[in-house]
């Protein structure tokens, strides 16, 4: 089947058999996983998944490709290892014990990841591929934070496993990528902190509202400045305050 990427899906198809292979390992599958892949494109990574996992579910949005991968994976498909959904990953709905590997497509990277990570049945891990940008954001190679950084921390341990060069895929994007994944994702976090998820959210959001503002500032009409000073964080920007530090000013709040 000839298939012309469709930009507005976001679509770009891996070809990198090292970078397969990668995304495949740091899933640590075993074969009683149910695996979720989003965007399934020509099936390559699939073909990789459907070796090693217990069941498969691909969500592909694009009708051309649904078709194809109908016909390429016909006896998974009927054997019931693979079920193959013609869906929008945004209204697509799970439930039970599962793990996301996938090449996402990158337009709704924050959309997938607010999504899973903090909706009602996270998965027990994440790998996905990436804008190596963003990755480097959610790490915060730079050292400064951001809501993306603090998001995904919140949920679970972020980790870069690799870069991909832009050569690796078909058509070529214009940016380099990477594959990072997101382990031990649960709420252990609000829960050990005794933290309302609403309201950390509501004083992160705020704390990033203007970026070059001082949480001071930022803070101001949510959190009072007595308890701002006692968080000591007062003469900070967003950008440099870590998990623990926003824990702080929660228990202020």
Do not use: C
Not at 225 to 233: H, L, P
């Amino acid at each position: 089947m000839k298939h012309i990427p469709k930009k507005s899906l976001g679509q770009n198809f891996l070809k990198s058999k090292i970078a397969l292979d990668k995304i495949v390992a740091a899933g640590e599958i075993f074969p009683e996983d149910t695996i979720l892949e989003i965007g399934p494109g020509k099936g390559a990574l699939t073909e990789k998944l459907l070796a090693v996992a217990g069941k498969v579910l691909a969500v592909e949005k694009d009708r051309n490709l649904f078709i194809f991968l109908q016909e390429k994976f016909a006896k998974e498909i009927s054997s019931g290892k693979l079920i193959l959904t013609e869906d929008d990953i945004l209204n697509f709905s799970i439930k039970g014990d599962y793990k996301i590997i996938a090449n996402i497509p990158y337009n709704i990277t924050g959309a997938i990841l607010k999504k899973f990570l903090g909706g009602e049945s996270q998965p027990k891990m994440m790998v996905l591929m990436v804008q190596h940008e963003v990755a480097k954001r959610i790490m915060a190679r730079d050292g400064k934070e951001s809501i993306l950084s603090i998001s995904v921390k919140a949920y679970g341990a972020p980790k870069l496993e690799m870069k991909v060069p832009a050569r690796y895929f078909a058509p070529s994007p214009k940016v380099d990528s990477a594959v990072i994944s997101i382990k031990n994702i649960s709420r252990k976090f609000f829960q050990e902190n005794n933290i309302s998820e609403i309201a950390f959210w509501k004083i992160v959001h705020a704390g990033f509202a203007h970026k070059r503002k001082k949480l001071s500032g930022n803070l101001q009409n949510v959190v009072s400045q007595e308890k701002i000073s006692a968080s000591g964080v007062e003469n900070k920007r967003a950008e440099d305050l870590t998990l623990s530090d926003w824990t702080k000013i929660i228990h202020n709040f």
